[in-house]
């Protein structure tokens, strides 16, 4: 398949526990000062915390253990020991957490800022203090602080796609995405290439990227399964845009156009109102000199703008990508925002 799955293995160790502490008070005037012990400090946690500039587990590059910090023994005086200190791993938005020796998944962190502990600190022994009884007035006895959790992780990220392709079998979407992102799926002149979704990230500089979903293609019919069916279009329903390719070949581009929103509109009625760009394609072979006209007639009816929601491009050839690119990522980024502010308000 070819899902864009990035794997990391990582071993992650809790701080352990500071021991608790055997004490007596010794003062002045006081000759049998009882037990003054304190606590050992609790030791430190591992934690995953996602953020939303990551889009790769590379960042993690050639770390495999983390181990937090110790919890200090408690004093005397009652004094408890300092916790230990945490260790706080930056993970992407995405990240499947599976424990590697049981094989269960532990979360899914998928929204920005989430934590998950992924190995807790061991609790700090308790002092001598808390020994004392009517019978022992003076105990001997505190207790080690205990180790931190260890676990052996793997981390696995699932990307969430920002922009969903659609088009009829053979529009040219798979070439379009490998050219453009780091997803490599078949290419071929046959229809229903695709037969699996497959995402890739497309970066616009080393910050600026959005995940882009290649699905296979949809005909008429679709929703009674024609074709490959429609299931497929699931893949697509979180995404924030949607990219409808069609290949300049077809005959009336806005009938392709129409086609596809029903398809869409007859899966999930809320699909085919998501913000979209249109991509009119592989114009690097169109010869005919009725281009213009044709553009001009599809611009009119559908009331779209050129450079603005429709691209005149060759995925091939790479003509318009980065105008494309642009554009698409600009419109993610808004709608990211405006999904952010919508949390707030319910928040
Ligand atoms: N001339 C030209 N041909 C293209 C372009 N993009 C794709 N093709 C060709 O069109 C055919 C189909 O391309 P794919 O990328 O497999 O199309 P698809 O939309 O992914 O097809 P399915 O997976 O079957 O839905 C291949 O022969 C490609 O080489 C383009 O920009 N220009
Ligand atoms: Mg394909």
């Given at each position: 398949m070819g899902h864009f799955i990035d794997e990391k293995r990582l071993k992650v160790i809790g701080g352990k526990g500071g021991d608790g502490c055997v004490s007596f008070r010794r003062e002045k005037f006081i000759p049998f000062g009882g037990p003054d012990g304190g606590h050992g400090g609790d030791g430190g946690n591992v934690i995953l915390v996602t953020k939303?500039?990551?889009?790769?587990?590379?960042?993690?590059?050639?770390?495999v253990k983390f181990t937090a910090g110790n919890g200090e023994p408690g004093k005397g005086s009652n004094c408890t020991g300092a916790k230990g200190g945490d260790i706080i791993i930056e993970v992407p938005v995405g990240t499947q957490v599976k424990d590697e020796d049981t094989g269960f998944i532990l979360t899914d962190l998928t929204v920005k800022g989430q934590e998950f502990i992924a190995a807790r600190g061991g609790k700090g022994g308790a002092g001598n203090l808390v020994f004392k009884n009517s019978v022992n007035q003076a105990p001997r006895t505190a207790i080690p602080g205990e180790e931190g959790q260890e676990r052996n992780l793997v981390l696995e990220l699932k990307l969430i796609a920002d922009v969903g392709l659609v088009g009829y079998p053979n529009a040219g979407k798979s070439t379009l995405i490998s050219k453009i992102s780091n997803a490599h799926p078949e290419v071929a002149a046959y229809p229903f290439t695709t037969l699996t979704p497959s995402l890739g990230v497309v970066n616009l500089s080393q910050w600026d990227f959005f995940v882009m979903a290649d699905i296979p293609g949809i005909i008429v019919g679709a929703h009674e399964?024609?074709?490959?069916?429609?299931?497929?279009l699931r893949h697509i329903e979180r995404t924030q845009v949607l990219l409808y390719l069609i290949?300049?070949?077809?005959?009336d581009w806005n009938e392709v156009f129409k086609a596809l929103k029903k398809e869409l509109k007859l899966f999930n009625p809320l699909l085919a109102q998501k913000t979209f760009v249109v991509g009119i394609n592989?114009?690097?072979?169109?010869?005919?000199?009725d281009f213009e006209e044709r553009k001009k007639a599809f611009l009119k009816k559908t009331r779209l703008k050129e450079n603005k929601n429709v691209f005149f491009i060759s995925g091939l050839k790479e003509l318009g990508l980065d105008e494309l690119k642009e554009k698409l990522f600009m419109i993610v980024k808004e709608e990211k925002k405006n999904k952010d502010s919508d949390q707030t308000v319910l928040s």
């Open positions: 939303d500039n990551l889009h790769a587990l590379s960042t993690l590059r050639g770390k399964g024609k074709g490959l069916g429609f299931k497929f290949d300049c070949f077809e005959e592989k114009i690097d072979s169109y010869l005919s000199e």
